[in-house]
């Protein structure tokens, strides 16, 4: 069983959300070590107690458990593969657990790998944004080997408040798939409900009272209409990761021979913000899109 005094926590991606996560593992009394580009994002957590070393591999001989949460597919690869990755420098025994949103296949591959390594991998990629990783509520959706998955779920309940074993490795980032496509069309129903408000001279805020706890209540209407209101656009998550995430979605469909018109249409949506400069703004700048 992993407890304080037997594990040694590692994270990977001091980010938005990762810095959060970390915190909280930082403050349960686990020792961590991190890894992060620039030493500098790691200021806040190294002065709370936390070691950074300069490398995945660093993270690797140190730690027993190490959480990854980095912005694309490709730097998931390049943190768990290669001779300074977490696949060739685990500890035999050690678990792995992906949170970045990636691609199923990528998540079989390094559960392949690391299981030959003898490590555990489980992909476990999260929902909820900047406010589900600070107050420690996020769902996160888990594939892999379900004894490795309990075994590490203690830890997840310190991130996470609706924690769901989903099946076998890449189930955790399938399910993400449907989290993400289920938000992209609700993201323009969202935007689309407060500018009509608007127009028809209503006050939007009073609106949301209204619609927001009925059938046409969602997060994104809770907490991120609020943020179009108030004209704050920071990334709780950001634009250019969405259309990442709606990328592979659209090409996992394809795999399986499967339309996805709204899919298509709301990353059309956001691939035009990102061309008029908002990438790295949150995803609820799409009101912009519909304002101008």
Not at 27 to 48: C, H, M, N, Q, S
């Amino acid at each position: 069983m992993l407890n304080k005094e037997n594990t040694v926590i590692g994270f990977i991606g001091i980010g938005v959300m990762g810095k959060s996560m970390a915190g909280h593992l930082l403050a349960a009394g686990f020792p961590l070590v991190i890894y992060t580009r620039t030493e500098e994002k790691a200021v806040d957590l190294i002065d709370k107690g936390a070691k950074w070393m300069d490398t995945p591999r660093g993270v690797a001989e140190k730690a027993n458990v190490i959480f990854t949460i980095v912005g694309y597919p490709h730097d998931v690869e390049e943190v768990y593969f290669g001779e300074n990755g977490l696949i060739a420098n685990g500890k035999k025994g050690s678990y792995l657990i992906d949170m970045t949103t990636s691609a199923p296949q990528l998540a079989i591959k390094i559960f392949d790998e690391a299981k030959k390594n003898g490590i555990h991998s489980i992909d476990a990629p999260v929902s909820g944004g900047d406010i589900g990783a600070k107050t420690a509520k996020l769902s996160i959706m888990v594939g892999g080997e379900k004894e490795a998955f309990e075994e590490v779920k203690p830890l997840l309940e310190l991130l996470g408040s609706n924690i769901v074993y989903q099946g076998k490795a890449g189930s955790g980032q399938h399910t993400k798939m449907c989290n993400q496509i289920a938000i992209a069309t609700n993201m323009i129903g969202v935007t689309e409900a407060i500018i009509y408000a608007e127009k028809a001279g209503l006050d939007p805020e009073t609106v949301l009272k209204s619609i927001s706890t009925g059938a046409a209540g969602s997060w994104s209407l809770s907490n991120l209409a609020p943020r179009m209101l108030n004209q704050d656009f920071e990334p709780g998550f950001y634009i250019k990761h969405f259309i990442k995430d709606m990328k592979i979605a659209l090409e996992e469909a394809e795999h399986m021979d499967m339309d996805a018109p709204g899919l298509t249409l709301a990353k059309s949506l956001y691939d035009q913000l990102a061309k008029n400069g908002e990438e790295n703004s949150g995803t609820q700048a799409l009101y912009k899109y519909f304002k101008n």
